[in-house]
């Protein structure tokens, strides 16, 4: 029984972590960096030295422990939840992560060091959408669906 409802408490936090996760990076996708064209130049750095402390704590933090929670169910998830869906949000996650790392975190310090380039913003833009939007995107589906199979929406075909 305690494992049971340590494991139901894993995979909620990790749920509702991915979903704000998402949430965040989309408004810093399609809001945010989508309008830092209208910045200008002299006061770019300043405004990007503000922002990211903020994105840190408000959308990188929450992500991280996302993935953590996510990872926690390889040893403690709902047994309703089949190992390969945490495997694959696993999975989703390290795309973004691994993207993060070696592209869109040099492109942010190039961006912060020496201003706003919008060669650099399309190149952070685009590359965000199809490395991060899309698989964190995909590793949310995931959890849509494993929690309708841990509430019991979701019923296998018979053998």
Not at 20 to 33: D, R, T
Request: one cysteine or more.
């Amino acid at each position: 029984m305690r494992q049971s409802v340590v494991s139901r408490w894993i995979f909620l936090i990790a749920f509702a972590l991915v979903f704000y996760g998402n949430g965040a990076a989309f408004i810093e996708s399609f809001v945010n960096y989508s309008s830092w064209h209208l910045i200008g130049s002299d006061e770019f750095v300043a405004y990007h030295h503000f922002i990211s402390p903020r994105v840190l704590t408000f959308l990188v933090a929450p992500a991280l422990l996302g993935t953590v929670f996510t990872v926690m169910m390889l040893w403690a998830r709902p047994p309703v939840i089949p190992l390969w869906a945490v495997w694959a949000a696993i999975a989703a996650q390290a795309v973004v992560w691994v993207s993060t790392a070696t592209i869109q975190v040099p492109i942010q310090v190039q961006l912060s060091e020496h201003g706003l380039s919008l060669d650099l913003l399309g190149r952070l833009i685009e590359t965000n959408f199809w490395l991060r939007r899309i698989p964190y995107a995909v590793c949310a589906g995931l959890f849509l669906w494993m929690a309708a199979k841990a509430i019991g929406a979701v019923k296998e075909p018979a053998d």
